[in-house]
Every structure is written in structure tokens, then in C-alpha cells.
């Protein structure tokens, strides 16, 4: 939940502080710049007329509040900075994040160039030549000059400098901008109403063509119009006031927005030349026409106020280019910021300063500024083309991901939102790109180049970052591949069709040897812009594909790992519960030995006391087992490994035997099994091995024995020593040790025994096996039994038949040592 700010907190922080009225300047201010003064004789009158103009920037207005809403609904849900490329990182993952951060990336620095740009067409306007001086050069149509070079990059380094180092004057600066912009704009527009009363509307709409079509034709542009109106939902934690009265002012903002627009095309058609009886036939013939006289606006206010009123006219346009200058510095830095987080940038540009300013994002910003003036105007006006298109795919991006938030938590008003706004970007995407669908609607040839270049850039980028990819973030979405591929095929396929319809013209004129020249090389140009998007399209999907077969390999090592360790932990039961027998059994039995020590009233008898003694011989011989079993259960990690290592020490055979056979005694009896150990022709009983891994070879060996032989039954465990049928010499030549020695351990029941199938699978995996689910239960111990044989580099064999018993024959080849080495465990 948001919470208020503390008033005594550090300054640093209160720098940072947005109260409403500034987040309101900001989301105006962003919104409306240089285009707001140009448009309406460039764009808007000749297309739609002042009425058709005006209800298309009010549903336009609209568009932006319904959209407005998803933003400030996610700003609610996901609480903190990060705007547009957070939620969608949240909520479609970070492929979708990506294209949110690139759209948006190029779509405010587009904004930002072209209205700080706009500075020298304003000095152009009121200075005439004062800055045309140094080199000069054309670009395009547009005479480039030294001077306005220099001026431009003052323009960007100033405002830059002061994003950076305003401190708390820069809420301030914000506000007073804005309320200057927006002043200025009902003051003339009120001031022209009274001072020309001949102010005539009509035609309301273009005569030649259908109202309804003209009123579409300029809503497709809506993006254009108001894009950085949402920046504010970049930097939340700036917020003076919970994120929850963030919508309320977005409205306002847009309403002002809808307002500036609409009273600027008001001021355009206010004052009309006197050699034209309407704004249709000035309209008509702006296009032939130089200096402010192109310029409606401008026209209109200085025609009327002389001067004075372009200068007061001059300030408004200077407020909108500044407010929006500087807010989207500031909004551009925090993307910048966040994007480096997530591993798309260098971690250097996430610091920030004791203002929490990310000063080294806001230089990157800066840096990239520093050659778009050597360009000129025309091409920047080519790139701010692309705007409508690349701001649609990011209000798409923030009303789906709305709408899924929405259904998921059963928002109905949420999820009618995402849909309106979904419809909206929709419409705005596909009517700029596609040529003549509406008036207007066809983008300049080279914007479609330019929109070609940027998805195939966007790619590249992508392809980079997917490359460095080391926590796979990326490449989880197969969608977004197919969105940029879309956009590079469909937006060099429109920009060869504009082109060739150029060069058509060309070779209308006889010049066809020009016409085929610059038709190849658009082809080629086209040829390597997809063969770049294919490349890179193959080379991603190929380290998917080598990603997914990584992933596949680990899945079924960690399948593998998983496997053995439920085995060890299914054998763990199956370990410990006869050993917890024995014990119970022998606790029983000497606390029946006690009972009857007490009835004796003193007289202590020799064989109750004889009793209690080897009760409590055997408790220690079982707790000895037990403690050897937890040490391994400690190392369970060593088994999935296969790297459990043997503890070799002096052991006495014939006592580890004892001591297992001490072990059963007691739960044998009690089940009334004949039980007993045979020593045999054992000459060196003291050997080098691990006698915990022994004992537990023997007792699971036992347990299975015990489980599966009926009451009357028999059991015998056997130790033999085998003599060597080599000679010193044969064992010499085959580098057999003097001191090996080969040992055989047998135990043999008279149990209900095993099929011959199951013998020949109880030692192999159980997903390998063959045999019925009703003989799984024979295989407890059994995989342990033979990996500890294994290792010890012995053999294991089992002689068995249906009701015939089983006998399990082990044979271990072992160092015999000296007695004086042998260790008496306790």
C-alpha cells in the first residue's frame, strides 16, 4: 500500500516529492508541444475541417482516458516505478517487456528531437537568418546550418543539465510551464473571439469528402497527439500522494489536452487573410506559401496583435517544448534505469545520485540527442511519423495486460477497459500503416523505411541480449519474434510499394535508366533488411532449441537424482524398522530380566543377571548399526553422486558377524525361525574393509530373509574363507596382493523364495524392470545391497525357486592385516 511520505525525511528525498499539480503539468505538459502550434493548417483543416478536427481529438480524448485507466489500474496493482515496461516484464514476461521498452524508447526520444529541434524553426519565425551561419548542407529538402547545429545542441545539453541538477526547482519549473502553455492558449483563443466578430466555421467539415470518413481519418492519429501523457507512471515513487488519485489527474490532463488542441484549430480559422472569403480556401493554398503565412497559428495571432502577439504566442510554444522536453528526459532516464536492471544495459546506468536521479541514464539519453540535428528537420519529421505506430503497439501492451489482471481477479469495469483499449490501439496500429485507408493515412516513404530499420535494430538488440541471456529470461515467446518479423516484411513490403510507385513517376517522365537504378538498389536494400531479420530469427530459435535440450538433459539428470533418492529414502523404513525391533525386543527382555531381579528380593540369581547383561550387550551391538546408518543418511548426497566412499579399517570378521547375528536373535525367536551362523575354515579373520557398509549388506540381506520366511522356518548365515587354487608365482604374475584374501558370505532361508525372472531383475532399476507390481515389494534394500558390493568390488549372486527359499551368495575379496591392527569396536 502507498503511503505518505514522512515531512521530516531527508532533503534528498523531498527533491523528489510530486505533488498533484505537478504530476498534472507533467502529463499535459508532455502531451502538447511544437506539433499542437503546426498541425492544425498542416494536418488537421486540410484533412477534417474545424468541426470533423474537434470530434475527432474528442474521442481521441476519449481513447486516451479509457487507456488512461488501464495504465493508472496497473499503477495500482503493481506499486513503484518501472510504467509500461514493468507491467508488461509482470505480467507477459521479459520478451514482451522488451518491445514495450524499445516502442517506448523510440517513441519519447522521437518526441523529444523533434520538439527540441522545433527551437530553430521558431527562430527561424521570429529571427529570420540570425542563426543560419557556419557550413551548410541539405538534407532532404531542409537547408542545414552550423549555427542552428550549435543551437539545437544547447537546446538538448541545457534542459538535459537541468533534468539532472534542478533539484526540487524542477516540480516548479514543470508546473509554471504548463499553466503558461495552457493560459496563453485560452487567452488568445478568447481574446481573437472578441477582437473578429466575422468569425465564420463553415464549411464545418471538407466538402469533398464524407464527414464520417474525415472524422476517422484524424483519430488514427490520437497517439500522435497526446503520447507522454502517461509518463508519469514512470517514476511513482516520486508520488506525494497515494497512486489511487493518479486517474483523476490523467482526466484532467487530457481533458487539457483535448482543450489545446481543439482552441489552437479555433485561433488557426479565427483570422483569415483577407484575399480568402474562408479558412477552406487559405487552407488551400498554405502549402504554397512562406514564413508565417504557412503557418495558420502564427497568421492568425500575428496578423491581429502584431509582434506582440507572436512573442506572447512565441512563449506558450517555448512552455510546450520545454515541459516536454524536460518530462521526458526525466521519463527516459527512469526507463533507461529499469532496463538496465533487468540486463538489457549495462549495470552502470541503474545508479543514481543523492536526488535519486539516474544521472548516467539521463547523459546516455543526452548522448544519443547529440547527432539528430546534424539530420535536419525532414528526416526527423520522417521518424515522429513512426510515433502513431510504435505508441499503439505500448498502449496495446498496457491495455492487454490490464484486461488479463483484470479477468483474473473478476474486474468486470477492468476488463471492459482492456478491451475498449485493446480496440482502440488496434485501430490506430493498422490505419497509419496501411496506405489510403483513410485520408491521410499513408505515412512518407521513408517513415516506412525508417520502420523497417527500427524493428530490424530491435531485433538485433533482442538477438544481443538473448545471447547474454544467462538466467534465460528471454526467449520464452515466440510471439514476439513473429510481431518484429511482421513489422520488418510488412513495413519494407509498404515502403517498396511507395517506392516503386515513385519511381513509376520517374520513368513517366522519361527517366527510366533513373528509375531502374534506384528501383534495384530499394530491392536490395529490402533483400538485406529481411535476410538480417531471418538470420537472426534462425540463429534465436536454434539456441532455444539448444537451451530446451540442456533443459532436457538437467530435467532427467535431476530425474535421475530424484529417483535414487526416493530409492534411498524408501530403503530407509526398510533399514531401520528391524533394528527398532531388535531393540524393542531386547528392552523387553531385560525389563523382564529386571521384574524378575526384583522378585528375587536381593537374592540376586546368576542367570537373571546373566540375562540383563547380554540384553544390554545386544542393545549396544544395535545402537552401534544405528549410529553407522545415520552417518550415511547425513551423506545422502554422496549416493546421488555415486561418490560414497569406503572407510577401510582393521575389522574382525567373525565379531561383525557375532554382532549382526546378536541383532536378529531376539525378533527370530520371537517369530519361531531356527537362526544361525556357521564359521568356517576362516584363517584370517582380520581384514581391511568398511565394516558399517558390511553390516548394513548383511542386515538388509537378513531383513528380507526374516520377512518372508513363515514361522517354523530356518535361517542361516555362513562366513567362509576360499582358499587360493594360484600358486605364489601365478599370483605374482597376475599382481594379485600376498596378503588378498577371498571371502564367502552366505545367507540361506527356507522362505517362500523368488521367480527366476525377479531374480535376474531385483538388482537393476525399477523403471527398467519387467516384473509384476506384487514382487516390487521383495526389492527393499536391494539396489543399496548391490551398489555397496559394487563398490566394496565384490559379487553378489542369488540361488532361489518358488517355496524353495532363497540363498544369497557375496563374495568379497579383502586385506587380511596383522592382529595387533585389529580394533575392538565398542
Known amino acids: 500500500m502507498v503511503t505518505f511520505k514522512n515531512p521530516g525525511m531527508h532533503d534528498a528525498v523531498k527533491n523528489r516529492l510530486l505533488y498533484p499539480l505537478n504530476v498534472w503539468a507533467l502529463s499535459f505538459g508532455c502531451a502538447v508541444g511544437w506539433g499542437s502550434f503546426v498541425m492544425p493548417g498542416t494536418l488537421f483543416l486540410p484533412n477534417a475541417g474545424p468541426i470533423g478536427s474537434a470530434l475527432a481529438i474528442f474521442i481521441g480524448g476519449i481513447s486516451m482516458v ?55 524553426l521558431l527562430c527561424r519565425l521570429l ?235 539521463l547523459f546516455l539519453t543526452i548522448a544519443m540527442s547529440l547527432p539528430i540535428p546534424l539530420l535536419g528537420r525532414t528526416a526527423i519529421v520522417w521518424l515522429v511519423d513512426v510515433i502513431t505506430i510504435s505508441g499503439s503497439l505500448a498502449y496495446g501492451y498496457v491495455s492487454l495486460c490490464n484486461y488479463l489482471e483484470a479477468r483474473k481477479n473478476g474486474d468486470k469495469r477492468g476488463v471492459q477497459m482492456g478491451i475498449g483499449g485493446m480496440v482502440f490501439s488496434l485501430f490506430f496500429f493498422f490505419c497509419p500503416i496501411l496506405p489510403n485507408l483513410l485520408l491521410g493515412s499513408s505515412l512518407n516513404t521513408e517513415s516506412y523505411l525508417l520502420l523497417a530499420v527500427w524493428s530490424t535494430l530491435g531485433f538485433l538488440y533482442y538477438w544481443y541480449i538473448f545471447k547474454r541471456d544467462t538466467l534465460n529470461h528471454f526467449g520464452r515467446s515466440a510471439s514476439l519474434s513473429i510481431l518484429l518479423m511482421f513489422l520488418n516484411f510488412f513495413s519494407t513490403g509498404l515502403w517498396l510499394r511507395q517506392s516503386t510507385g515513385d519511381q513509376l513517376a520517374l520513368a513517366a517522365e522519361g527517366r527510366l535508366a533513373e528509375a531502374h537504378s534506384k528501383l534495384t538498389f530499394d530491392l536490395i536494400v529490402q533483400m538485406l533488411l529481411i535476410m538480417t531479420i531471418l538470420f537472426l530469427l534462425s540463429n534465436i530459435f536454434t539456441r532455444i532449441r539448444q537451451r530446451e535440450r540442456l533443459m532436457d538433459i538437467k530435467m532427467m539428470q535431476e530425474r535421475q537424482v530424484s529417483l535414487v533418492k526416493s530409492n534411498f529414502l524408501a530403503n530407509v523404513s526398510h533399514d531401520i524398522r528391524l533394528p527398532m525391533k531388535a531393540l524393542s525386543g531386547y528392552v523387553r527382555a531385560a525389563r523382564q530380566a529386571g521384574a524378575d531381579f526384583r522378585l528375587s528380593e536381593g537374592d540376586c ?96 540381506l537378513l531383513s528380507n530373509s526374516y520377512k518372508f520366511t513363515p514361522s517354523g522356518g530356518r535361517i542361516v548365515v555362513m562366513l567362509m574363507e576360499k582358499e587360493s587354487t594360484l600358486s605364489p608365482a601365478e599370483r605374482e604374475k597376475a599382481h594379485i596382493p600376498e596378503n588378498e584374501n577371498e571371502y564367502e558370505l552366505r545367507v540361506q532361508d527356507t522362505g517362500i523364495g523368488m ?51 532363497t540363498e544369497f551368495i557375496i563374495n568379497l575379496k579383502l586385506t587380511t592385516t596383522p592382529k595387533e591392527a585389529a580394533v575392538v569396536e565398542a
Not at 508520488?239 to 489511487?244: A, E, T
Not at 568356517?680 to 558399517?692: N, T
Not at 507390481?773 to 568390488?793: F, N, P, S, V
Request: hydrophobic share 45%; charged share 15%; glycine share 6%.
Open 755 to 805: 521367480s527366476e525372472s525377479y531374480a535376474k531383475e531385483m538388482f537393476i532399476e525399477k523403471e527398467n524392470r519387467s516384473i509384476f507390481a506384487e514382487e516390487e515389494k521383495r526389492t527393499q534394500g536391494m539396489m543399496i545391497t548391490k551398489y555397496l558390493i559394487d563398490l566394496m568390488g565384490g559379487t553378489i549372486k542369488v540361488i532361489t525357486a518358488p517355496e524353495e527359499g
Open 66 to 120: 479509457i487507456i488512461g485507466y488501464n495504465f493508472c489500474q496497473l499503477a495500482v496493482r503493481y506499486q513503484g516505478n518501472g510504467g509500461i515496461y514493468a507491467y508488461t516484464k509482470n505480467v507477459l514476461g521479459h520478451d514482451h517487456a522488451f518491445l514495450a521498452a524499445w516502442t517506448l524508447l523510440i517513441t519519447y526520444l522521437s518526441i523529444i528531437w523533434a520538439n527540441a529541434t522545433a527551437v530553430v
Open 605 to 700: 540369581d546368576m542367570q537373571v543377571t546373566s540375562q540383563l547383561c547380554d540384553c544390554l550387550s545386544r542393545i549396544q551391538s544395535v545402537c552401534y548399526y544405528l549410529k553407522a546408518f545415520v552417518n550415511d543418511l547425513q551423506k545422502v548426497d554422496y549416493i546421488d553422486k555415486n561418490s560414497f566412499d569406503l572407510r577401510l579399517k582393521p575389522t574382525d570378521l567373525r565379531q561383525l558377524m557375532q554382532r549382526i547375528v546378536d541383532s536378529f536373535a531376539q525378533q527370530m525367536k520371537e517369530k519361531d525361525i531356527s537362526f544361525a551362523l556357521e564359521i568356517s575354515q576362516v584363517e584370517h579373520p582380520l581384514v581391511l574393509c568398511d565394516g558399517d557398509r558390511l553390516s548394513r549388506i548383511l542386515l538388509n
Open 127 to 361: 529571427f529570420g537568418s540570425l542563426l543560419q551561419w557556419g557550413f551548410h548542407y541539405t538534407v532532404a529538402g531542409f537547408d542545414v546550418y552550423f549555427g542552428e547545429i550549435v543551437t539545437t545542441w544547447i537546446v538538448f545539453i541545457t534542459f538535459g543539465a537541468f533534468t539532472c541538477y534542478g533539484g526540487k526547482l524542477k516540480r516548479h519549473l514543470y508546473t509554471a510551464f504548463a499553466l503558461l502553455l495552457i493560459s496563453i492558449i485560452i487567452l488568445l483563443f478568447v481574446s481573437l473571439c472578441i477582437v473578429n466578430h466575422h468569425v465564420v466555421i463553415f464549411p464545418p467539415f471538407q466538402p469533398d469528402n464524407n464527414p464520417l470518413l474525415q472524422v476517422f481519418s484524424m483519430l488514427m492519429v490520437a497517439p500522435w497527439m497526446f503520447f507522454g501523457y502517461e509518463c508519469v507512471t514512470h517514476a511513482i515513487d516520486d508520488f506525494h500522494f497515494p497512486v489511487q488519485k493518479l486517474f483523476p489527474l490523467i482526466v484532467i490532463a487530457v481533458v487539457c489536452g483535448v482543450l489545446a488542441y481543439t482552441l489552437l484549430i479555433g485561433v488557426a480559422i479565427l483570422s483569415v487573410p483577407p484575399e480568402y472569403t474562408s479558412w477552406k480556401d487559405y487552407i488551400d493554398n498554405v502549402g504554397h506559401m512562406q514564413g508565417m503565412s504557412s503557418l495558420p497559428v502564427f497568421h492568425s495571432i500575428g496578423s491581429t496583435y502584431g509582434m506582440a502577439g507572436i512573442w506572447v504566442l512565441g512563449v506558450a510554444v517555448l512552455s510546450g517544448i520545454a515541459t516536454c522536453i524536460l518530462g521526458l528526459y526525466r521519463t527516459c532516464a527512469y526507463l533507461l534505469q529499469f532496463m538496465a536492471k533487468d540486463g538489457l544495459l549495462p549495470l552502470q546506468f541503474t545508479k543514481t545520485d543523492l536526488n535519486g536521479v539516474p544521472r548516467n541514464a
